[in-house]
Each structure stands twice: as C-alpha cells, then as structure tokens.
C-alpha cells in the first residue's frame, strides 16, 4: 500500500478530530482536520471519512460522489463494491453474484442495480438485465444525475432501441466528461446496436480508447479493443492487452476467443490445428 490512514476522534456534543493520511513512499503525512453534527452514526462517519481522504487522493479538478452509498445497507455496499472489482477484472459471472446480492439485501440500491444489469448483460442473460435496469429506473432518484442519464440508456441499450439510447449516453457524457464508465457504454452501443451515426468501427474504436485512457486500471474495455486491433491484424498492440485481460483472471467468455483470433494471427489460419480446438472448446471457436 502507498497510503495509510490513521488518526483520533472525540465524541462529544459534535465530533471533532484530526486523520492523518501517510505517504510511504515521500514518509510524508497530511493532516486533515474533522468536524461532524452530533448522531453520527458509525457508517455515516466512516463514509465521509472516505470522502475526505479520496478527495485528497485523487487528481485536481475531479470530485468524489459517494451520494448512492450513503443511506445504503452496510452490507449490501460491500457486496457493491466487491461487484465493482470483479466487473473491472471483467469476471462477469461473479460481478452478476455480487450485484444480485447487494440488491437482494437493499432492495433500493439503484447503483448497484444498474452495474448488475451491465454484468447480466456481459453475461448475455437478458431477462436479468431487463430486471435489473427496472430497479434501477424505480429508485433513481437515489442516483446521481449522470447516472440517471446512464440507466435510461441502458434501458434503451437492452430495448435495441440504439438512437434513443445514444442520446441518453451522450447526455450523461456532458454532465460527467472525465468518466470513463459513459465511453465504455458508447463503445458498447457502436459495437452491438446500429444508432443513426457513422462510421461506427471508427466510433467504437475512439470510445474504448479514450476510455483505457482515462482508466488504465480496469481491463473490462480491453476485449473490444483487442478484438478491433486483432482484426486491424495488429499484433504488436493486442498481444500484450490480451496478456493483461488473462493475468486479470478473465471469464473465459472474453479470455478464449482472443487467444484463439491472436493464435490465427501469430500462426496464420491455416497452422491452427481447427479440429482439436473445436473438440476441445466448441462455443469459442464459434466466437473467435
């Protein structure tokens, strides 16, 4: 870890306090001074605890919104959140889990609502999505206002309803630009649906790369954009990012049918050996 917090509070009529947020690597530390009403309650404290240091964390001119969280089941964010880092992995199965109970145990939670109807969609369960993104829609006043943007989208997204839906997308893209969730979801939509835009392989390529480079963290963006480079026959820049998707532990959804499309490349087509690979895993073969 680079960072570690610590520091004291003293409960009384307010809370007052002070956090001391290390930096490891410089041995250096930041104060930073706390004041709450009376009545906190210990989540509350400990959400805007993260408040304050992610906003000492994270580069100038970004802001931290932590509104979908804060009236919400303790544990159903920490199922939320273990969610999160599984659709970043792009472990979409267990995403989906992890979604499924958050909701299960908040019936309210409409953020995690709307990142379960993504992980159902990855996992081509469309009923699900379709249930998901309800949630979502039901309760989003508790979302922020780009989120509000994205789960209409997204309910347009699953409807095929690809114009309705990239409207929806580019709204939320103007509330929130620096985000890199909206440009995942355009290059999705110019990928699998047909809006009323060209060129959309161009499009498509732009958003995902714009997206790797706001967030070079998450690897979920990195099977459309190796699948275009594969198919630009772009060895050299795809090879390591499907490196990358497989260390992140990659369903084998998105993790085989790369390995197959860079095999063709790298060997050509006609040095694949088709018939032990379609013996061995069939459905894959199809996909690559």
Same mark, same amino acid.
């Given at each position: ?156 997204? %699953?409807?095929?309803?690809?114009? @309705? ?5 580019? =709204? !939320? #893209?103007? +509330?929130?630009? $620096? *985000? ?81 499309? %860079?095999?063709?490349?790298?060997? @050509? ?5 088709? =018939? !032990? #690979?379609? +013996?061995?895993? $069939? *459905? ?5």
């Amino acid at each position: 870890a680079r960072f570690v917090v610590d520091g004291s509070l003293l409960i009384g009529d307010s809370l007052r306090g002070v956090l001391h947020l290390r930096d490891m690597t410089g041995d250096s530390s930041t104060q930073i001074p706390v004041v709450l009403g009376s009545g906190a309650d210990a989540w509350t404290v400990g959400l805007q605890m993260a408040n304050v240091v992610l906003s000492r964390l994270i580069p100038a001119g970004q802001q931290v919104d932590l509104h979908a969280l804060s009236d919400r089941n303790p544990a159903a964010v920490v199922r939320f959140l273990k969610g999160e880092q599984a659709f970043r992995s792009a472990r979409f199965q267990q995403a989906l889990a992890y979604f499924r109970d958050a909701v299960a145990a908040d019936s309210g939670f409409a953020l995690a609502a709307l990142r379960g109807a993504q992980a159902a969609s990855w996992n081509h369960r469309e009923s699900d999505a379709a249930a998901f993104i309800g949630v979502a829609l039901v309760h989003q006043a508790a979302l922020s206002s780009r989120d509000r943007w994205i789960a209409r989208g997204f309910d347009a997204y %699953l409807r095929a309803r690809a114009d @309705s839906a990239l409207r929806y997308f580019q =709204r !939320a #893209l103007v +509330l929130d630009r $620096p *985000r890199p969730g909206v440009g995942m979801l355009l290059g999705e939509l110019y990928t699998h649906l047909l809006p009323d835009t060209v060129p959309l392989d161009s499009l498509a390529e732009h958003a995902f790369r714009e997206t790797w480079q706001l967030d070079s963290t998450s690897v979920t963006v990195l099977y459309h954009l190796s699948e275009i480079m594969l198919r630009q026959g772009n060895v050299k820049q795809a090879a390591p990012l499907v490196g990358q998707l497989i260390a992140a532990g990659a369903d084998s959804a998105e993790r085989y049918p790369l390995q197959i499309m %860079l095999e063709c490349l790298r060997r @050509s087509p006609e040095k694949v050996d088709w =018939r !032990a #690979l379609t +013996l061995r895993a $069939p *459905r894959w073969v199809v996909d690559a």
